[in-house]
């Protein structure tokens, strides 16, 4: 199973979801935080925790090929006790070097069975060396909720990141920072047997000052063959 990550240059982290799959790349935004998730950020397995024992680890190392012929590795380390999950996230680039990496605390409720909420704080360290030398530690809050109706799950969630990179200010570059707004809201379904099929809609403002809001529609659909097996294939527009 693999975890994606994106080198972090100008660029700050969204994971509205906390899946470890940056939202420009999640075609299942609203996947649980207990979920084991593919490259694009679809729920492949849920993890059941022990009755009997409220704590519980997770590690997953990842690797991800793309297309530029770069070899991306991941580390992410998961503690879980009852309704709250620690996560740790790093990756080094073949290309950059070690990326940013991530501390967050994630709580999960539900005051109806149908219902469930996720609240979130994501504390990003600036482990990745900029040609500016202007990375700073950012921060981020996130809520989620899920709705299950019969068998179609509604989904939508924000998040508010706080931008604290220098602005650069040189003869080549003049470049002001903001702080980031995203909300996401969708739906999905298993509408025939094995296949989930869901159509999510993202919106983010730009960490540059001026820069343009970025927003996707995205069609996903993921087929699951059996226990070991699955195959998935999306569209996003935007």
Known sequence: LF?????????????????????????CPNSE??????????SVEKLVLPKDNPHHFNLIVGANYLNNNTLNESLQVDYYYKKFTLRLQTANYEDGGLGDSSLG??????????????????????TYDTEFDNNNMDYKASLAMNYQLDTISLFGGVG??????????????????????????????????????SLIYSSSSSIYKGGDTLSNLSFYNYYNIDKKWFTSFGYSQG
């Open 105 to 126: 605390v994630y709580y999960t409720f539900s005051p109806k069975h149908e219902l469930s909420f996720k609240i979130g704080a994501l504390a990003i360290f600036p």
């Open 3 to 27: 975890r994606s990550f994106l080198p972090l240059i100008l660029l700050a982290y969204s994971d509205s979801d906390f899946d470890g799959v940056a939202d420009e790349h999640d075609m």
């Open 160 to 197: 508010y990141t706080l931008i604290n990179d220098d602005n650069i200010n040189s003869s080549t570059y003049k470049i002001t920072y903001q702080n980031s707004q995203s909300y996401y809201f969708g739906f999905g379904s298993y509408f025939i047997s094995k296949l989930y099929s």
């Open 33 to 42: 935080m207990t979920d084991i998730v593919d490259m694009s950020g679809c």
